[in-house]
């Protein structure tokens, strides 16, 4: 598992949008990290 992750707002839109180009790529790459990630406001 990837710790200390830093994630930008592109992957969790593309994460949280099944209709996203990149949502099947994002969900496999989020299922290699282990929580928690970082994000900013």
């Known amino acids: ?6 994630v930008d707002a592109g992957p969790l839109v593309a994460l949280v949008n099944p209709r996203d180009r990149w949502h099947v790529w994002v969900q496999s ?12 406001e």
């Open 1 to 6: 598992m990837i710790r200390n992750v830093l």
């Open 29 to 40: 790459r989020f299922a290699e990290i282990a929580p928690p990630l970082v994000t900013c």
